[in-house]
């Protein structure tokens, strides 16, 4: 079974267009994650929920939204894509905040 | 304010050589240390972790000290194999944060 999961694995996309991923858990955890890593592996956390609500809202465009609707699902919509939202995008999630997280697999999307 | 800070990459090795990836943090109280391990086209997957001063982790081969006086969790293998080929990220958490290090690559040659 997979513990975290993420949806769709690859994503292109146009400039402007709206999009989602999608993240489900099945471990129980409390809390879970978005972060983006760019082309040098650099990893920047975008959000954070802890039961359902958000914890860290950093630094991001509010062109991004997460969007929780239970315990073991945490969702990414992204309104009007821009060229440099290209990454790839991992869910992850934590018993709780601050224990060991456990990741994804990735979400690659490309923006052209 | 807390922070990870790694050795820059990559770092590239002869098969069975010996492997040191240095890390050292930055942290107002005692946070726990973390080592994960990216594979090319997969996630992040934790390899070991210590949680109090001079706790060692370790797991497949792996070793790493929590290192208060230095304020450093090095990481370690003693003989390298091309599968080991993969990023490598220390960590922290701390007053329910988590700071991830630049991530280190490291390419093992036959």
């Known amino acids: 079974d997979t513990a975290v999961s993420q949806t769709p694995k690859y994503l292109v996309t146009q400039m402007g267009n709206d999009k989602s991923i999608k993240c489900e858990q099945n471990?129980?955890?409390?809390?879970m994650y978005w972060y983006k890593q760019d082309s040098k592996k650099f990893l920047k956390i975008m959000f954070s929920?802890?039961?359902?609500?958000?914890?860290i809202n950093e630094t991001v465009p509010n062109r991004f939204s997460p969007k929780s609707p239970d315990k073991a699902h945490l969702n990414l919509h992204i309104n009007s894509l821009e060229l440099g939202d290209s990454a790839v995008y991992f869910c992850?999630?934590?018993?709780?905040?601050?224990?060991?997280?456990?990741f994804g697999p990735g979400t690659r999307l490309t923006v052209t | 304010g807390d922070s990870v800070t790694q050795m820059e990459g990559p770092v590239t090795l002869s098969e069975e050589a010996f492997l040191t990836i240095n890390c050292t943090y930055t942290?107002?109280?005692?946070?726990?240390l973390f080592w994960y391990v990216q594979y090319p086209g997969e996630g992040l997957q934790l390899l070991l972790k210590?949680?109090?001063?001079?706790d060692k982790g370790s797991n497949k081969g792996f070793e790493a000290t929590y290192r208060k006086e230095t304020t450093s969790f090095h990481l370690e293998k003693g003989s390298v194999q091309v599968s080991d080929s993969a990023v490598y990220f220390c960590?922290?958490?701390?007053?329910?944060?988590?700071?991830f290090g630049s991530g280190t690559k490291l390419n093992v040659k036959p």
């Open positions: 471990l129980g955890h409390d809390t």
């Open positions: 960590a922290l958490s701390w007053a329910g944060k988590f700071y």
């Open positions: 210590a949680t109090k001063a001079d």
């Open positions: 942290a107002t109280g005692y946070p726990s």
């Open positions: 992850a999630s934590s018993p709780d905040l601050g224990t060991e997280q456990y």
């Open positions: 929920y802890n039961n359902k609500e958000l914890i």
